[in-house]
């Protein structure tokens, strides 16, 4: 009896169990029109949460009677989480990508095409942030925001190694750096701290130059980075490098993050995004400060990489109008100003001010839009290339033909 | 004292040295998580290590509270990994009890069944279980992930507690029917609370795979309510700026009490408070 | 002696319900195993099923970004596998791999093996300090026990480097661990090893605590001392145990992805430096090429199948008893 009795439990255990899962409602609903899902990065939840209150009070005046449910989503896996609900629904009605993320979802037919001018100051978008967004002559993501690169300095450790004035040019911005090594001679100690492998900050110097990283030519895709211009800045941003950086030649920049180098009091000025002022360490705040990093000729800023976020609509989602009408809330001129003024660049031109961020995008490079690009970063074929450059592995000349045939091949895939 | 027994103090004491030793090595690693946590953020970043925080910081703690949705996750984890945890071992149980006394038709490929899914590569199956559960409406729920999670654990569960249960001699077994029990009686009465050590090895294993679950909370679970604190943790790591080390070190010591605590109420069934003597090796 | 003087009354009428009742007897103790399994099989075969099935079929199409979003591939046979196996970065992956397992496994049997052994050799109060730092170290998420691996080895303010370079073993400042594959891969196995011994240190003294006491005094009366005593009673009475825990860890080790993925760091992770699990995550899921995915799963399948054949066969044995 006691083992029959046992068998019917275990039996009955499993029948609830699945009578239980048939049953439950703790649903992805299909998002009826009583509410719409909308996925931002985790940056705008530590950020400017404000804002996306804003947006959703304006959006529920608008339409009453429809919630809006932000999402929270990391940079790690929101690319998996977008496509396993491609696959099985449940996805959202407005997603974040980053700005090198969209070709290939573009391509692939993942998102809606919107109405360009139903958004603000869409005839003022940024160059590099509405290319982002468009394909085939269609409009499939806003821009939503970006940032730049700047030189991020200790102001007191110029005045001590007798820096009287930023420098205009990276020739003099090497010869300040040679002054400030000399009066800070710490074991380990970077006058200007760049990881080898940030190819945000190398390429830089490449577009500097006039040269490029890839290029379409009638239909078909053609490595640049062995061109003679680009061959020109590889050459200029190694010279730069060995000259006023001690970090690892192999590593990348968040592998450790300059702010932190910088915080150690290992570093007189790094090179990266606005933001980078959040976490120099209390001791150095008051004595640090911002300028635009300069190019090899006078007056002209080095291009800095634009980087930024866009907003799209899936094609899945059941009230695509509805995304359209929260992202034009959210991307309105209100909204725009109050991501400035959170230190981010805004998404149209009539919008710039004259800080230091917003400054140094006047001049900006930005990837190739080809649907492989996002391969050609996973790859990591620029960081390979520039750690052969640096430890000397390869010439530049031969480190940079195999990369920009291997990018070419890699773009050139179907 | 006999000469005997000093001998054996000592050697026993030259044993103490050496599991002190390694102690502190394999700790270090935890040690230093906890120590942080309590870092003001210079001495974080700062060139020379800081081995214990003269001057601690409760600060990282309260950061890592304060960030949205901690006690909800922390209830979603404790339901999900205590619901897999007591139905997997149950159901584990039985069918190692079927596997390690019984001969029947199927066993071998019932067998290769269990090992064959702990060969199966996680990252491919992703898509399609999703794809399953939203059949179900099981996705962006608890019992989905229970389930899921179920799956998972349970061919682990077999596998070890057969291997448990062949390590008990027969004969046991045997005397218990000569005095007239039934065969799943025997089970019931004698072999359970022998297989004591071994159910606890494997519940704590399976508590503590499921605690730390990552993937595949992350991509069933869509709303930050209902996530668990695995997910939680990671939106320490996941933005594009500045990570706050010294809250996500706090956030993980608090993440890892839960798991602590089981393995506090539990261990006694293995036997660590005995007095040496009672376990041979 | 009651069946046999039923069985030779079996020939008559099977109607009396005392016959009846023993004959359902039978069948449902014949049904019995089958009820045990039940359960674990429901749960797997719902779960489970559907997506094997899929995995299978997937991995015989042409399935990208463009097919998901349509929910339709495109069939072309063998060709994933084709292509995955002229690949010659998926062979030297698998090698890598093959080298990487073993010493993992090596290490972390061993280790585990001595280090239930010193649970039993020192005094309660250091058995329960090493058993709750053990579980201390289990229960550490993953993802933070990688970081925290990171920022004692890292380049700029690593502790290692700052002992070793203290304690005079060399000069270690700024000492990049990471800048060959077999330094990448040497500190990725010292982090797996650590993860991996709490669980087989205490199982294997769980098992330990089977050990009939009696048999190994009966020994010891004998005149056999430790290494015999440990040869001879110990290791045949663990050996399910340890083929288990052996098996289990060349399952995993095999597959691992977590540690090896962010201890190296995507930007540092190239085909020269590529596990089976990585190579997987790469070139079938990070390149939206879910079709190819799926054939490398297939793929890892058979070798980790292949790999842990011997054990899982012996283990089988075992318990083909009576």
Known sequence: MKRRSIVALSLVVVLVAAVMAATSSGATQKATASSITVWLQVDAQSGWP????????????????????????????????????????????????????????????????????????SSNWLKGLAASGAFGGKTYGVPYYAGSRVVTYRSDLYKAAGIKKLPATTAEYAADAKKLLAKNPKKGFSPVYIAGTDWYVAMGFVFDYGGGIAQQISG????????????????????????????????????????????????????????????????????????????????????????????????????????????????????????????????????????????????????PTAKHWVDVENGNILRNMLAQILTGKLSIQQAATSAGDNIASVLNQS | MSKRRRGRRARQAGWNAVGLAISVVMVFPVFWMISTAFKPNEQIVSLNPTWLPLHPTLQHFRDAIDKPFFWTDVKNSLIVVCATVAISIVLAFLAAVALARYGFAGRKLFVVLVIGIQMLPQAGLIIPLYVVLARYHQTNALTGLTITYMTFVLPFCVWTLRGFLLGIPKELEEAAMVDGSTRLGVFIKILLPLMGPGLVATSVFAFITTWNEYIFAVVLLHDQSKQTVTVWLSYFLGSSRHTDWGALMAASTLTAVPVIVFFLMVQRRIAFGLTSGAVRG | MHETSSNAAAGTLLGTSRRRRRFWGRALQGAVPYGLILPVLVVIGVILGYPLYWLVKLSTQRYGLFELIRHQGVGVGLDNYSSVLHDGVFWRTLLRT?????????????????????????????????????????????????????????????????????????????????????????????????????????????????????????????????????????????????????????????????????????????????????????????????????????????????????????????????
């Open chain 1, 50 to 121: 404000d804002l996306v209150a804003a947006a959703n009070k304006q959006f529920q005046s608008d339409h009453p009677g429809v919630t809006v449910n932000v999402q929270y989503q990391t940079w790690g896996t929101h690319l998996q989480k977008f496509d396993t609900t491609l696959a099985g629904g449940g996805g959202p009605d407005v997603i974040e990508m980053g700005n090198t993320e969209m070709t290939k979802y573009m391509a692939a037919g993942a998102f809606a095409a919107l109405n360009k001018s139903s958004f603000d100051n």
């Open chain 1, 220 to 367: 078909k895709w053609k490595g640049l980075l062995n061109s003679p211009k680009s061959i020109a800045g590889l050459t200029a941003y190694k010279n730069f490098y060995l000259a006023t950086s001690r970090a690892s030649k192999t590593t990348d920049e968040t592998h450790p993050n300059p702010y932190d180098v910088y915080a150690q009091g290992q570093a007189a000025s790094i090179v990266g995004p606005s933001w980078f002022t959040c976490c120099v360490g209390k001791q150095y705040t008051a004595s640090t400060a911002q300028f635009v990093m300069p190019g090899h000729v006078k007056g002209q800023a080095m291009p800095g990489f634009l980087g930024g976020s866009d907003l799209a609509v899936p094609i899945t989602s059941p009230n695509q109008a509805l995304a359209s009408d929260w992202i034009k809330d959210f991307t309105s001129t209100s909204g725009e100003k109050g991501l400035q003024a959170k230190g981010n660049i805004p998404n149209a031109t009539n919008l710039l001010g004259s800080s230091v961020n917003e400054r140094a995008a006047a001049r900006s490079w930005f990837v």
């Open chain 3, 98 to 322: 093959v080298v990487f397992t073993a010493v993992n496994v090596t290490l972390t049997m061993v280790i585990g093996m001595l280090l239930a052994l010193l649970l039993v050799r020192v005094s309660m109060f250091v058995r329960i300090l090493l058993s709750s730092g053990l579980v201390l170290v289990w229960s550490m998420p993953v993802v933070v026990a990688v970081q925290v691996w990171y920022w004692m080895t890292n380049f700029e303010n690593g502790v290692v480097n700052y002992v070793l370079s203290h304690l005079g073993i060399g000069d270690f400042y700024q000492h990049d661990w990471y800048a060959t594959t077999f330094s990448q891969l040497s500190i990725v196995t010292l982090l797996i090893v650590w993860g991996a011994l709490p669980f087989v240190v205490i199982t294997l003294y769980a098992a330990l605590a089977q050990v009939p006491p009696d048999l190994v005094e009966a020994a010891e009366v004998d005149g056999a001392r430790g290494w015999r005593i440990f040869v001879d009673i110990t290791l045949p009475i663990l050996r399910p145990i340890l083929l288990i825990l052996t098996s289990l860890s060349i399952i995993w080790d095999f597959g691992v992805f977590t540690q090896p993925y962010l201890l190296i760091g995507q930007s540092k992770i190239t085909s020269g430096n590529y596990l089976m699990s990585i190579y997987l995550f790469e070139e079938g899921y990070f390149k939206s090429d879910f079709g190819r995915g799926a054939a490398i799963s297939i793929l890892m399948l058979l070798m980790v199948a292949v790999l842990s054949v011997a054990y899982v066969r012996k283990m089988v044995r075992i318990g083909e008893a009576p």
